[in-house]
């Protein structure tokens, strides 16, 4: 059973910028696709980003395919989602999550972070 865990997250002004780092504690990163999804109060979870093992293909939600970036690392055993220009609205609990196949327009995924708190503020 993979565990990830995110980092990165905290309070930030709008307009600021922050990344959002992503970890495995059992096998390498290197064998998964990579997602980033967030969840605001009373908010369904959204998907935002996706990444394939090798880095060569990447899918973005059409609400933030202008201001997040989603990369990987797996020398380091990492995944990011760079965030820039954010807003108040983009307060939410930030995970990343993991799986296996290469369908990046399948959104299901198998191995799922705690979370990272985000807020923005005005």
């Known amino acids: 059973q993979e565990r990830l865990v995110e980092s990165g997250g905290g309070l930030v002004q709008a307009g600021d910028s922050l990344r959002l780092s992503c970890t495995a504690s059992e096998g390498p990163l290197s064998l998964y696709t990579m997602a980033w999804f967030r969840q605001a109060p009373g908010k369904e979870r959204e998907f935002l980003a996706a990444?394939?093992?090798?880095?060569?293909?990447?899918d973005y939600a059409d609400s933030v395919q202008d201001r997040f970036t989603i990369s990987r690392n797996n020398a380091r055993n990492r995944a990011y989602l760079q965030m820039n220009s954010l807003r108040p609205d983009d307060t939410a609990v930030y995970y990343c999550a993991a799986k296996r196949d290469i369908i990046l327009r399948m959104r299901t995924y198998d191995y799922w972070g705690q979370g990272t708190q985000v807020t923005v503020s005005s």
């Open positions: 990444i394939i093992w090798n880095g060569a293909t990447t």
